[in-house]
C-alpha cells in the first residue's frame, strides 16, 4: 500500500506556472505507475498525466499537452508535475494517484488506478 500527499497548488495568473509534488510513502514507490488526475467543481475527475515506474513512458490529455511536465525521482519517493502557461479552465483541485497495474499508453480512467491523494487547488485567475 502507499500513501499520497499533493503539495504546491496556489493561485496563478493566467500564464503563469507552478509545480506540483506528490510524496510517496513506502519503499515500492519505484514499482508504482503514477498519474495526475484534476476535478473542477461539477465537472467528473478527468486525466492529466501519467508516467511509468521508471520514468521512461509518459502520457497527457490533450489539453495539457505541451504545456504540463509529469516527471518522477524514485529516491525521493516523489511525482511532479510542472504546469506552465496556465489557463483559467487549468483551475481545479488536482490529484496524484498510483497503481501497481500495468498501464496501455494512452488517456486513463481513474478506475485504473488504486491509491489517491487528498488533492490540492490550483486556481488559475484570467
Known amino acids: 500500500q502507499v500513501q499520497l500527499v499533493e503539495s504546491g497548488g496556489g493561485l496563478v495568473q493566467a500564464g503563469g506556472s507552478l509545480r506540483l509534488s506528490c510524496a510517496a510513502s513506502?519503499?515500492?514507490?519505484?514499482?508504482?505507475?503514477m498519474g495526475w488526475f484534476r476535478q473542477a467543481p461539477g465537472k467528473d475527475r478527468e486525466f492529466v498525466a501519467r508516467?511509468?515506474?521508471?520514468?521512461?513512458?509518459?502520457s497527457y490529455a490533450a489539453s495539457v499537452s505541451g504545456r504540463f511536465t509529469i516527471s518522477r525521482d524514485n529516491a525521493k519517493n516523489t511525482v511532479y508535475l510542472q504546469m506552465n502557461s496556465l489557463k483559467p479552465e487549468d483551475t481545479a483541485v488536482y490529484y496524484c494517484?498510483?497503481?501497481?497495474?500495468?498501464?496501455?499508453?494512452?488517456?486513463?480512467?481513474?478506475?485504473?488506478?488504486?491509491?489517491w491523494g487528498q488533492g490540492t487547488q490550483v486556481t488559475v485567475s484570467s
Open positions: 513506502g519503499r515500492t514507490f519505484s514499482s508504482y505507475n
Open positions: 508516467i511509468s515506474w521508471s520514468g521512461g513512458t509518459t
Open positions: 494517484a498510483a497503481t501497481s497495474s500495468s498501464l496501455r499508453v494512452g488517456v486513463h480512467r481513474p478506475g485504473e488506478f488504486d491509491y
